[in-house]
């Protein structure tokens, strides 16, 4: 018979052995479409290839994470101008189509990681975060993330992961006949009209060393002039 001390020291890692892992992946990949209508701008771009969501949580407490990469050697480069009225950056992740409902999970705080390179001068702040797993009625799962950005500023970064712990509790099951993602920006500004912008979210070879060196000086001279303005 096991003695109660020992018994705490194990529970830690029988519940960990129970704790099931399940990573949906895709490499957005896809050039950049630009969409402009009277005064809105879209630039997107899409995951060529991804896996969809592939499994049974019923009975078993699981980490799901969902993450969007860059090709390798790449990564995703974003950039908005100082006189537009407004940008909205979204990363979404939709898979799976539901081969057993029971019930819905939605977690409204997953943890969310996105890996900037070091020279990226400015940082997300995501002002919306879900992770979403179909209750009645829905057919499919995924994550969302959506960030006001900064005008005038650059974002650099290859990853984006979010990560959640599904209840044993969820009893959906799902398969992966259905995959999309993307990462997109939308632009507010009248003059789209009569002078539509170029594509502001790309994705770009990452720096050698020396030019990274160069790239980074450049940028904090341009952030020091607005600083300065």
Do not use: H, K
């Not at 950039?79 to 407004?86: A, K, L, R, V």
Request: aromatic letters at 8%; charged letters at 20%; proline letters at 6%.
């Amino acid at each position: 018979m096991l003695q109660p001390c020992l018994l705490a020291g194990l529970l830690p890692l029988l519940t960990a052995a129970a704790q099931a892992q399940v990573v949906v992946s895709a490499t957005v990949d896809r050039e950049s479409i630009v969409q402009v209508d009277t005064t809105t701008f879209v630039s997107t771009l899409s995951a060529r290839t991804g896996d969809g969501l592939d499994a049974d949580f019923g009975g078993v407490s699981t980490e799901l994470t969902f993450e969007l990469v860059a090709p390798e050697g790449e990564l995703f480069e974003i950039t908005t101008q100082s006189n537009w009225n407004s940008a909205t950056l979204r990363i979404e992740y939709s898979t799976g189509a539901i081969n057993r409902n029971a019930g819905s999970f939605i977690d409204t705080a997953p943890a969310v990681d996105i890996n900037y390179l070091a020279d990226s001068p400015d940082t997300l702040a995501p002002n919306f975060q879900r992770v979403n797993l179909s209750g009645p009625g829905g057919d499919a799962a995924g994550a969302l993330l959506e960030a006001d950005l900064e005008l005038g500023a650059t974002y650099r970064f290859d990853r984006v992961t979010f990560t959640t712990v599904v209840p044993s509790t969820f009893g959906g099951s799902f398969d992966n006949r259905f995959r999309f993602a993307r990462i997109f920006m939308e632009i507010d500004g009248d003059f789209f009209a009569v002078d539509p912008p170029g594509e502001f979210i790309e994705v770009t070879p990452v720096p050698e060393p020396a030019t990274a060196g160069l790239l980074l000086l450049g940028l904090g001279a341009c952030a020091l002039r607005r600083r300065r303005r």
